[in-house]
């Protein structure tokens, strides 16, 4: 199976600061057929289901705000939140979905917190 | 709008059963793959089985225990899990596949609630 590993497991930053979550695979997740990227991240705020944020590395999904935005290829990537707001505390998952024989696998997680 | 809703959990010995379910309404249920995935207490999530177009697959940690399946005809996705464990102790929640007939499995779009499953004497 293809593991996922994130970095840092908590990160605490100001509000209105930039927060950036990092991900990588122990694998390529990139299809080179049509150069999509088959990684995911998750926001699961206190006692909520985990919410799609970002499909293919860098799509963000219908009504996710601006201010989340996804990067990387292959087997490198990063989550970005450009201006922290109080609403942004949750746990940040990273997902792949390479396999077309589903056998997908998570990160751990990262704990976003307020300075 | 979407909505899936589990139903199902339960505190049961270990070795017991247990049948969950996932209903759900707004949409055209028989187009997607669906799936389940558990969040153990103060864990990450763990990817448990997908179905879809007649093909069902497994995590190796619930193959040959658990069982999933689907009625198109209600809207509900079903996980039997048989010869429980303290490990599958956990919050089992319903996905839904965000793309419907590209003949691959895609990301989770949409997310029950969950349904707690306690495995304990």
């Known amino acids: 199976d293809i593991v996922m590993t994130q970095s840092p497991d908590s990160l605490a930053v100001s509000l209105g600061e930039r927060a950036t979550i990092n991900c990588k695979s122990s694998q390529s997740v990139l299809d080179s057929s049509n150069s999509k990227n088959y990684l995911a991240w998750y926001q699961q705020r206190p006692g909520q289901p985990p919410r799609l944020l970002i499909y293919?590395?860098?799509t963000r999904e219908s009504g996710v705000p601006d201010r989340f935005s996804g990067s990387g290829s292959g087997t490198d990537f990063t989550l970005t939140i450009s201006s922290l707001q109080a609403e942004d505390v949750a746990v940040y998952y990273c997902q792949q979905y390479y396999n077309s024989r589903p056998r997908y696998t998570f990160g751990q997680g990262t704990k976003l917190e307020i300075k | 709008e979407v909505q899936l809703l589990e139903s199902g959990g339960d505190l049961v010995q270990p070795g017991g059963s247990l049948r969950l379910s996932c209903a759900t309404s707004g949409l055209t249920f028989s187009i997607y793959a669906m799936s389940w995935v558990r969040q153990a207490p103060g864990k990450g999530l763990e990817w448990v089985a997908s179905?879809?177009?007649?093909?069902?697959y497994y995590a190796e940690s619930v193959k040959g225990r658990f069982t999933i399946s689907r009625d198109d005809s209600k809207g509900t996705s079903y996980l039997q899990l048989n010869s429980l464990r303290t490990e599958d102790t956990a919050l089992y929640f319903c996905a839904k596949d965000q793309v419907a007939g590209n003949g691959r499995y895609d990301a989770f779009d949409i997310w029950g609630q969950g349904t707690m499953v306690t495995v304990s004497s």
């Open positions: 179905i879809g177009g007649g093909d069902t």
């Open positions: 293919w590395a860098s």
